[in-house]
Every structure is written in C-alpha cells, then in structure tokens.
C-alpha cells in the first residue's frame, strides 16, 4: 500500500512539474518524492524471501542511504516552500550529514537515521518560528502534514517503548499514515498553491480589464474634451479668421482713402479747369445779358440776333466743362467707394482716359517737379465690356503710376 501510494504520488507530481517546469518549488517537491520513493522500493525489496546475504546487505544500505537523503532535504525543501533562505549554519550541518551519509556507504552498517531525524526536525522547528510572519495559504497544508508526521512519530516511538509491534494494535496502519502523512501533505500544497495562482490570475485577469474599461472610460472622457477643445479652437480660428477679413477690408479700403488722398491735389487741379470755363463764361454771359437788354430796349433786331448767338455757344461751353467736372468728380466717388463685385458694360476708352488724367495729376500733386507728356491712342471700335470698373480703374491706375 505504501509503495503503490508513493508511485501514484510520484507520477502525479512529475506530471504537475511538466505542466509548469520554471516552478522551483514543483521541482523541489518532485525531487523530495524521488528520493522518498527510492527508499521504498529499497525497504520493499528487502522485504523479500530468498536473498542471498550480500544483497540483503546492499539493499538495507540503500534503504538508510535514501532515508537519510530524504530526510536531510526536508529542511531544504521547507524553506523552499516559504521562500526563505536557509542561514550559513543550516547550510554547513547539512553539509556535515551529507558527508555522514557517504560515511555510510563506506562504512556498511552504521544507519545514522536516527541522528539526523531529531536535529532536522529542530531545524525545521526553528524555520517555522523564524518565519512565522510569513506562513499563509497552502504553505499552512505542509506545515500540518509535517506536524502529524511529528506526532505520529513520537506516538510509535513511544508506544513502542511499552508494547511489542506484533501485541499494538493497527500498528501497520499507524506506520502507513507516519509514512504518507508529509508526502500527502505536499499534494494538498500543490493543489491549494494551484488554485491560488488561478485565483490570482482571474483577479490579475479581471483588474487588467477594469484597467483597460478604466482606460477605454478615460480615452471616451479625452475624446470628448479633445472634441470641445477642437470646437473652441474652431470658434477662435473662424472668430480669427472674420476679424483678419474685416482687418483686410479695412486694409484696403485704408489703402483706397490714402491713393485716394494722393488724388485729391490732383483731382482738384482737373477740376478747376473746367470751373474755370464756367466761371469765366458766366461773367460773359452776364455781360451778354446786360448788352441784350440794351439791344432789346432799343429794338435793334440784328444785335439781338448776335448776342443770342453768343449766348447759346457760351452756354454750350459751360455744359461741356460742368459734364467734364461731372465725370471727375465721378471717377473720384467710385474710386473711393468699396467694391460691390457687380460688373456693369463699361466703356474701356473713357475708364482709360480718366483713370490716365487722375494718375498725371496725382503725380503732379504729390512731386511739383514732376512733368510729363502723354498720348491716349485708343481703338475707336473697342466693344464695352462687363467689367467691375472701380477694380480694373485701380488695376489701370497702378499700372499708368508704375
């Protein structure tokens, strides 16, 4: 029963370090049921009839042998197991007993299990104290399938004090669960330590998602502030962008009042030309009148004639320089008033002729020592076109200043 529990024990455990092979501890443990199991098949074999006496002699040698190996890697295996390091002096007395088991094989017959049982379990003793703080979960199952190994053990040794094996009754019950109480233990270690890494995966598993729905809750929440963010740039750009076009606007228009006002000196000049027919003209015309009355008075048709003749040519003078000044003062207005963007039919000839008399008195105006002759060569057969005419008087205007 011993022997068939042990290998089931071992294919069990050699099975869960394959499926986890970077598992000190599983290592460990398999290597623990390794040697455990070589005692036994040792002591089994030993239990035989018929062997020579050599071979019982090596067998029994054996048997001490891995007993002693094995109980020398508890306390290596425990402090495995509670992830601590065994100190300078556990190290060397270890060493010391290994030496003795290779003490043993040389010297046949000297079983020194009995020393090395109470001193590792001192050993053993004084891990669990020193990590006592430490102890929590499956490490608790090893701990009590060392304890019941303990207390079994003291039990037989001291009823066999007082009894013989063959009158203590269940004694090979006994035997057998002192014998499988620690390895039994580890496989309820393995199996709680197994179900907490699940568990701990799961909550690694569940906090990650949290962390991605926290994240995929953050990017929604940046996404959305971005999303305002970009609306209110949008709105500063296109509030930007409206005052740059009225800024721009004014630009223009500013840069119209100054050309403009570069004009006037001349535009003025231009004008008072035909004032000054005006003006002179109806002094004349005065004139004129008064010598009608007189001829009027006097009866004298033929004079009345004359001066009347007089009369309408000076009045035909006057209108062709008041329509002149007329047009002057046009071309200023439409010069200085901004663009609708209509095209209306335009003749080219007349925007070129006035557009080329602002510009020659514009100079003048602003360099009194500026003169300059000028030729207007026109195509009398020059079709109107739909144009917008204060743009292309500028374009003309610049182009004749240039």
């Known amino acids: 029963?011993?022997?068939?529990?042990?290998?089931?024990?071992?294919?069990?455990?050699?099975?869960?370090?394959?499926?986890?092979?970077?598992?000190?501890?599983?290592?460990?443990?398999?290597?623990?049921?390794?040697?455990?199991?070589?005692?036994?098949?040792?002591?089994?074999?030993?239990?035989?009839?018929?062997?020579?006496?050599?071979?019982?002699?090596?067998?029994?040698?054996?048997?001490?042998?891995?007993?002693?190996?094995?109980?020398?890697?508890?306390?290596?295996?425990?402090?495995?197991?509670?992830?601590?390091?065994?100190?300078?002096?556990?190290?060397?007395?270890?060493i010391i007993f290994l030496a003795s088991v290779?003490?043993?094989?040389?010297?046949?017959?000297?079983?020194?299990?009995?020393?090395?049982?109470?001193?590792?379990?001192?050993?053993?003793?004084?891990?669990?104290?020193?990590?006592?703080?430490?102890?929590?979960?499956?490490?608790?199952?090893?701990?009590?399938?060392?304890?019941?190994?303990?207390?079994?053990?003291?039990?037989?040794?001291?009823?066999?004090?007082?009894?013989?094996?063959?009158?203590?009754?269940?004694?090979?019950?006994?035997?057998?669960?002192?014998?499988?109480?620690?390895?039994?233990?580890?496989?309820?270690?393995?199996?709680?330590?197994?179900?907490?890494?699940n568990q701990s995966i799961a909550e690694q598993a569940d906090a990650i998602i949290a962390l991605k729905e926290n994240e995929k809750r953050l990017a929604v929440e940046q996404q959305q502030v971005l999303e305002v963010q970009v609306a209110e740039r949008t709105d500063e750009l296109r509030k930007s962008l409206d005052n740059l076009k009225a800024a721009q606007s004014q630009l223009i228009q500013a840069e119209k009042m100054a050309s403009l006002g570069e004009l006037t000196a001349g535009i003025a000049h231009e004008i008072q030309n035909p004032l000054n027919f005006v003006n002179n003209f109806s002094e004349v015309n005065k004139e004129l009148i008064e010598e009608l009355k007189e001829a009027v008075s006097k009866n004298d048709s033929e004079e009345i004639q004359i001066i009347l003749k007089d009369l309408s040519d000076n009045e035909g003078k006057v209108n062709q320089h008041g329509k002149r000044a007329d047009a002057i003062v046009k071309s200023m207005l439409q010069h200085s008033r901004t663009s609708s963007g209509d095209k209306e039919q335009t003749d080219i000839?007349?925007?070129?002729?006035?557009?080329?008399?602002?510009?020659?008195?514009?100079?003048?105006?602003?360099?009194?020592?500026?003169?300059?002759?000028?030729?207007?060569?026109?195509?009398?057969?020059?079709?109107?076109?739909?144009?917008?005419?204060?743009?292309?008087g500028r374009v003309l205007l610049n182009l004749i200043n240039n």
């Open 1 to 94: 029963i011993r022997l068939t529990a042990s290998f089931i024990l071992l294919g069990l455990f050699a099975l869960l370090f394959l499926l986890d092979r970077k598992d000190r501890v599983l290592r460990s443990i398999l290597f623990f049921i390794i040697l455990f199991n070589t005692a036994w098949i040792a002591l089994t074999i030993g239990n035989q009839q018929g062997l020579g006496f050599q071979v019982i002699r090596w067998v029994d040698l054996m048997q001490d042998v891995f007993f002693s190996t094995t109980i020398i890697y508890v306390p290596v295996l425990l402090a495995r197991i509670l992830n601590i390091k065994l100190n300078r002096s556990i190290r060397w007395i270890l």
């Open 102 to 197: 290779l003490f043993q094989i040389l010297f046949k017959n000297f079983n020194l299990t009995v020393i090395h049982s109470p001193i590792v379990l001192a050993m053993c003793g004084y891990l669990l104290i020193r990590s006592y703080k430490q102890i929590h979960g499956a490490a608790w199952a090893v701990i009590c399938g060392l304890g019941m190994t303990v207390l079994l053990w003291a039990y037989l040794a001291s009823v066999s004090l007082f009894y013989h094996s063959d009158s203590f009754p269940h004694v090979q019950e006994y035997a057998t669960a002192l014998t499988l109480s620690f390895p039994l233990s580890l496989l309820v270690f393995v199996a709680i330590r197994f179900k907490e890494k």
């Open 349 to 392: 000839n007349v925007l070129c002729d006035e557009y080329l008399r602002l510009a020659y008195h514009g100079m003048r105006a602003r360099d009194k020592s500026f003169n300059a002759g000028y030729k207007l060569e026109l195509d009398e057969n020059l079709p109107s076109l739909k144009v917008v005419p204060q743009d292309i």
